[in-house]
């Protein structure tokens, strides 16, 4: 009943300056405001680096190569590999990486040049493959002849749209050297297969898309394996010892069941004699300069704060000559020091309370305002994709309330010190 009493005192003190109340907490709510969306921005252009990596599941992904000095220690990123690292705790799936270069796609009439890049039938268990088909289905589990189309192919192709594409076949034209795994050399062969669509994604401009995504497929890697191409793999497999059955892999991904389960994997795969690289290494240069920026930010942000709280002293040292007598009344009547303290202390808090929600409120305001201009210049420019340049997450909100508080508390302990020394016969007689 005491603390609601001294809660209830505080509002009515803050209320009788209603004009300087409210310049002060104005003041504050434009600190946290600013505060709020300067790191909200931070946050928002790194979650747009990060989402596109993390829609794929790429952030799981561990790159596999053959240690430089495989040909002597004997390791070879082969099948046999493949399954040492399927056999390992917290792993999803591995598979090689395979890529060919302008293979034909033909549907009727209409023929167009693709880059296929292998994927693993395994990927339809995870979640992020829904977010990146625009139209149809992944891969089935079966060894069925299977293709999903970018949806740029697609439309070369001559299809209307992404799902006039799905449930129809193509003829997958590709020439080049081969193994023959008789001789254990190479042979040019002229493959076609035809493949039945069974999804159309829209292909993003980075990883292993690259600049050729608008016209990509995806092919399953059981026959990716078996149509020709002069790839990657097979020369250096030639240039190290002239047998391709032999080189096995230029590269492996392997998939962990989560990003936490990375860097263990790395270690055991570093640990058996083959070099690794993971997205989560590559982007840790990428989020130490996000932390240098959100810190930069959140000191700028905090200046402005402080600049409020020294309006908050200043409205609460004019409270306190204001309120002299009353103060002297308090204590004639049995306040103790402590509890004019914290009378004080708790219109500070009021203050940086109210400014600290109005300030919420102002952020998401501005926000808005500049998603709107951000969103209208990039759709001048061509950039169809919504874009969201800011990032609220609950943590911020919480914090930036949080430190409004704090500040408005910290800057009332001078004025509520001062309050609690006045000698109450000196303020009655003063009174």
Not at 107 to 134: C, M, V, Y
Not at 294 to 299: I, N
Request: net charge negative.
């Amino acid at each position: 009943m005491r603390a609601w009493e001294l809660f209830r005192q505080a509002i009515v003190g803050a209320a009788r300056a209603r004009l300087r109340s409210t310049l002060t907490a104005t003041g504050i709510a434009i600190g946290c405001g600013a505060l709020v969306s300067m790191v909200a921005f931070a946050l928002g252009l790194q979650e747009q680096m990060e989402k596109p990596f993390r829609q794929l599941g790429l952030l799981n992904d561990i790159r596999v190569s053959a240690a430089r000095d495989d040909a002597a220690s004997g390791e070879r990123l082969d099948d046999a590999a493949l399954a040492k690292f399927r056999a390992l705790a917290g792993v999803k799936y591995a598979y090689p990486e395979i890529r060919l270069a302008d293979i034909g796609v033909e549907h009727g009439p209409q023929k167009a040049n693709a880059t296929a890049i292998a994927a693993p039938r395994e990927a339809g268990l995870t979640d992020q493959i829904g977010s990146l088909l625009s139209a149809g289905e992944y891969f089935s589990l079966d060894d069925a002849p299977q293709i999903i189309l970018s949806e740029g192919l697609a439309t070369r192709l001559g299809f209307e749209n992404a799902a006039a594409a799905v449930d129809q076949s193509v003829v997958v034209t590709a020439a080049g050297l081969a193994t023959d795994e008789h001789v254990g050399q190479f042979k040019f062969e002229n493959k076609r297969v035809e493949v039945r669509i069974v999804g159309v994604f829209e292909a993003p401009t980075f990883g292993p898309f690259g600049g050729r995504g608008a016209e990509a497929a995806l092919i399953p890697v059981d026959l990716m394996q078996h149509l020709p191409g002069l790839v990657e793999s097979q020369l250096g497999a030639m240039r190290r010892e002239g047998d391709a059955a032999a080189g096995g892999y230029r590269r492996v991904i392997v998939r962990a069941e989560s990003p936490a389960e990375v860097e263990r994997i790395a270690r055991e795969i570093d640990a058996a004699g083959f070099h690794t690289r993971t997205m989560l290494s590559e982007l840790k240069d990428a989020r130490a300069a996000f932390l240098f920026i959100k810190s930069l930010l959140t000191a700028v942000g905090s200046v402005a704060m402080i600049i409020a709280g020294l309006g908050i002293a200043n409205t609460l040292l004019m409270t306190v000559l204001e309120r002299y007598e009353e103060i002297g009344l308090y204590k004639a009547i049995g306040a103790t020091d402590g509890d004019v303290r914290l009378l004080f202390l708790s219109e500070a808090a009021v203050l940086g309370l109210v400014g600290g929600v109005l300030g919420l409120a102002l952020a998401g305001v501005v926000c808005w305002g500049l998603q709107w201009a951000i969103t209208a210049y990039l759709r001048s420019e061509g950039v169809e994709r919504a874009v969201d340049a800011f990032a609220f997450p609950w943590w911020l909100l919480t914090g930036g309330v949080a430190f409004s508080l704090i500040v408005s508390i910290i800057s009332g302990l001078y004025p509520a010190s001062r309050a609690a020394r006045v000698e109450p016969i000196e303020a009655l007689r003063h009174g």
